[in-house]
């Protein structure tokens, strides 16, 4: 098998295993919760963390425990040297748990606009198990085809989990050609047939999202949740603890283990006050981090959000605007983020024009523009079913009352479209900070950010500086999604 074959076949069989593994997962577990009102309370939030957690934090607590010096691996075959988590096993095994919270959210997102009268008609003359096969599944196939192709164009493009694991695939391997020397050409020829495939998934995707939006422009109703059986309370539970107990504890007890020598040998001890040490003095010891990355998380959020709404109105108004906008973006999200990177540092970098390398060596320009096309299909997915949403007979009296563009846009686009807007800002702030494979190749010298930072570091295995600053990073995305949650719920309540 040649090289481009290779690639294919192994971006093809991480992506689409990845994709078939969390699908069934992910509807399981949304079609529990929506039925729960304990998964309703607890585990949605939790979910939502899970999406704005970034894919090397993740690493890094599954690491810490089924690592090559995991606590667990250490505890199970105490003089084996191996680890549980490697290769394949352990590059399929994360990127489903990151894919799951996506089919959740969009899966849910269905779920929450059936009508009562589909559920209780099936609860009449079935069992639970009944309803999902005879009333929920036939509503959320074209959901589970859409979130699936979703999750696999976001998992063919993405560098973090394939290279910490090295699962050769069109994306890593474009990574690994740059530190090896490669160009962008070399990097666009080799990953021509990648592009493609991910072109077609994603045009399938947007295709199949069509489908949807009869169901999406659909308003919620008030969730009424049922008590769980037994079974399905447990399996929630059992969830929540997998997703979050045993990443989460481990980098807590990395954080705080300590290490003495009695005798000839090394006895290993934990300080709770050493583990809120390492956690607390995080922020400081790597305070240029936090700040990058903050800075590149505003700067793009605040641009990319009201650009791309403007964008989507104005593709509204035209003939062929929304399939314009659905070319953009699909072909973003067909580019694997190295080669946007790539491209870009390629176009600034010109030690020949003063201007275009101040921008390249001296600011955030190049990241920006790099993370920015990496989240605009992210944005317009969110964006364009809340556009759609608004009446066009809105637009029609504002036209006849003799309104222009600008009247549209202020009275009637702004208005109903400023809460999404709101928390759209802080889920694309958080989806900024958390972006390595767009930033890892575009940030100029003497920049390092919190998601560099803790790519590098987990290679060299999970230290106590390490897994403090996870867990510092965890708790900052945790007050993020509790904010984004408080403003949308705020924000909607203004509509």
Not at 212 to 240: E, F, K, Q, T
Not at 444 to 453: A, D, E, F, H, K
């Amino acid at each position: 098998m040649n090289g481009t074959a290779l690639l294919l076949w192994n971006t093809l069989l991480f992506s689409g295993v990845a994709a078939l593994l969390s699908v069934p997962l992910g509807v399981l577990i949304a079609w529990l919760t929506y039925r729960d009102a304990i998964g309703q309370r607890y585990l949605l939030p939790v979910l939502l963390a899970l999406i704005f957690l970034p894919p090397y934090v993740h690493v890094a607590g599954w690491d810490a425990a089924l690592g090559l010096q995991g606590w667990l691996v250490r505890w199970l075959w105490p003089n084996q040297p191996l680890a549980v988590l490697t290769g394949w096993r352990g590059a399929l095994f994360m990127q489903t748990l990151i894919n799951v919270p996506w089919i959740v959210l969009m899966s849910g997102s269905v779920l929450s606009r059936l009508p009562h009268a589909y559920e209780e008609l099936g609860a009449i003359s079935g069992t639970p198990w009944q309803v999902l096969r005879n009333v929920h599944w036939p509503q959320l196939s074209g959901t589970c085809l859409a979130a699936g192709l979703w999750v696999f164009v976001l998992s063919a493009t993405d560098v973090t989990i394939t290279d910490v694991y090295q699962i050769r695939t069109f994306a890593e391997e474009i990574y690994t050609a740059f530190a090896l020397g490669d160009t962008v050409l070399g990097a666009t020829r080799h990953n021509l047939a990648g592009s493609l495939l991910i072109v077609i998934v994603a045009s399938i995707a947007y295709r199949q999202s069509l489908r949807l939006r009869s169901v999406m422009n659909a308003p919620v109703r008030n969730l009424r949740p049922a008590r769980a059986s037994r079974w399905g309370r447990a399996v929630l539970i059992a969830l929540l603890l997998l997703w979050t107990v045993i990443p989460w504890s481990s980098l807590l007890y990395q954080a705080g283990v300590m290490v003495s020598t009695v005798g000839d040998e090394r006895v290993r001890s934990w300080s709770l006050a050493k583990a809120i040490k390492m956690i607390a003095g995080s922020p400081q010891r790597f305070g240029s981090e936090f700040a990058w990355s903050l800075a590149l998380g505003q700067v793009v959020s605040l641009t990319l959000v009201p650009l791309t709404a403007l964008f989507a109105w104005w593709s509204r108004q035209r003939r062929y605007g929304r399939w314009l906008l659905a070319g953009v973006a699909i072909l973003l999200a067909a580019i694997p983020a190295p080669l946007l990177a790539l491209g870009t540092s390629s176009i600034i970098n010109r030690p020949d024009a003063d201007f275009l390398y101040y921008l390249y060596d001296r600011t955030l320009f190049v990241p920006w523009l790099a993370v920015s096309m990496r989240l605009f299909p992210l944005v317009c997915f969110i964006l364009v079913p809340h556009l759609d949403a608004i009446p066009q007979q809105t637009l029609d009296v504002i036209r006849v009352s003799g309104g222009g563009r600008w009247t549209e846009l202020r009275h009637a686009i702004w208005p109903a479209m400023r809460p999404t807007l709101i928390w759209l800002w802080l889920v694309t702030l958080a989806a900024a900070v958390a972006d390595l494979s767009a930033s890892i190749l575009a940030v100029p010298p003497g920049v390092t950010t919190l998601s560099i930072r803790i790519f590098n570091l987990v290679h060299y295995g999970v230290t106590d500086q390490l897994a403090g600053l996870c867990l510092a990073v965890m708790l900052m995305f945790g007050g993020l999604t509790a904010f984004v949650l408080h403003v949308r719920s705020w924000s909607e309540s203004e509509v």
